[in-house]
């Protein structure tokens, strides 16, 4: 059975950091470009970050370049968004999936950045 299971989330300071993670099941994980996108309130779902299945390249959204460190660990199943430097902007609930072939998401993490 394949499935995301995203976890993490919570709420932050602006300009603090936040780990996400993301647990995969029932596909050949590291075969597989992986992303994590957020969907803020009253917003359509965008991509944030992505990785490809060995993990040597990476790409960001502009809105968190140099803040924003993707990851993976194959042998785990898992990938990671290493968020720093939070705004409140980055307030959204966060999904990660295939970044080219979906599958079912998953329930997503909520990361509130607030003071």
């Known amino acids: 059975q394949v499935q995301l299971v995203e976890s993490g989330g919570g709420l932050v300071q602006p300009g603090g950091s936040l780990t996400v993670s993301c647990t995969a099941s029932?596909?050949?994980?590291?075969?597989?470009?992986m992303a994590w996108y957020r969907q803020a309130p009253g917003k359509e779902r965008e991509l944030v970050a992505s990785i490809t299945g060995t993990g040597g390249a990476t790409t960001y959204a502009d809105s968190v370049k140099g803040r924003f460190t993707v990851s993976r660990d194959n042998a785990k199943k898992t990938v990671s968004l290493q968020m720093n430097s939070l705004k409140p902007e980055d307030t959204a609930v966060y999904y990660c999936?295939?970044?080219?072939?979906?599958?079912?998401w998953g329930q997503g993490t909520q990361v509130t950045v607030s003071s």
């Open positions: 999936n295939r970044r080219y072939v979906k599958v079912t």
């Open positions: 029932g596909f050949s994980f590291s075969g597989y470009v």
